[in-house]
């Protein structure tokens, strides 16, 4: 039985914990294994102590699985899990947004492939700074809030490096993915998009024309760089920067977020950061923007394994949560 400490608002907090963990790099999935006795994280000054309620999985938590940035890693073992939504259950000495209690959301990784933390959200209790956090929209369930930080802050920062704004028209490759989903629901309800077009296979074109895309691209029967019509910005989730460059109008601009990257189109990694989640706060809270939950999910936590089988597949729509987690 773990020794359970109190808090200084007596919440108890086991000293461990279960989680999924993997001991070395794999070729798949299978190298996560239950282990019902992690030690619960040290909070820092400026970290929070969360009691994990849901969280979701986004693609780099398998390409980290992989070994794919072994180098920059920070080493093995390892939890995964970057998006977690829960509740505060400890607060660091420097800590001032958040109270024993809150309801929080955010991806932990503040540089997502720069020594991302050893002690992700796949776990009961996990530890975060408090800039990279907000408090969770209260007309979002925990799955809901889960589902959001790095891909939806991912297509925030990505609209915000080409300076897309009103009026101007944009092409979203990938758009039924997690980042996809967002991408095209912000350019249309936030900024104000002229025109939004997105690609998808057959099955997925009805949903993005219900989250605010006025063109619905078939990439298994049209090449969008093909079309007469052309861009103000394309958005590259996929790793087709090559192709999109033909797809801009003249003095147009590409961003992606999968190399390897063609100039002049630009590619960047997320920052995550709360502030994001705090200027989403009232699309989310107003229903314009939405959260976008996989339907084969959410997985329990006892079927992590399962959900990255299938985020590995590239065929998620919309993101993949675990919930509930014990
Ligand atoms: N640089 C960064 O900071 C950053 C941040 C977040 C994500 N990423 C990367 O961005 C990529 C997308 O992430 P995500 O979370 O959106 O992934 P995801 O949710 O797993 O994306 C799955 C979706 O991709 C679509 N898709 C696959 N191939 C496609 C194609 N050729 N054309 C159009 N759609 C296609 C699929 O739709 P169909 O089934 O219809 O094909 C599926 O719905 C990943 O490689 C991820 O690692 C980078």
Known sequence: MAAAVASSDSVSIPSVNKAWVYSEYGKSADVLKFDPNVPVPEIKEDQVLIKVVAASLNPVDFKRMLGYFKDSDSSPPTVPGYDVAGVVVKVGSRVTKFKVGDEVYGDLNEKALDKPKKIGSLAEYTAAEERVLALKPKNLSFVEAASLPLAIETAYEGLERVEFSAGKSILVLGGAGGVGTHVIQLAKHMFGASKVAATASTKKLDPLRSLGADL?????????????????VVYDAVGQSDRALKAVKEGGKVVTIVGPVTPPAIIFILTSTGTILEKLKPYLESGKVKPVLDPTGPYPFSKTVEAFAYLETSRAAGKVVVYPIP
Do not use: G, Q, R, V
């Open 216 to 232: 619905a691209i078939d990439y298994t029967k049209e090449n969008f760089e093909d079309l007469p019509e052309k861009f103000d």
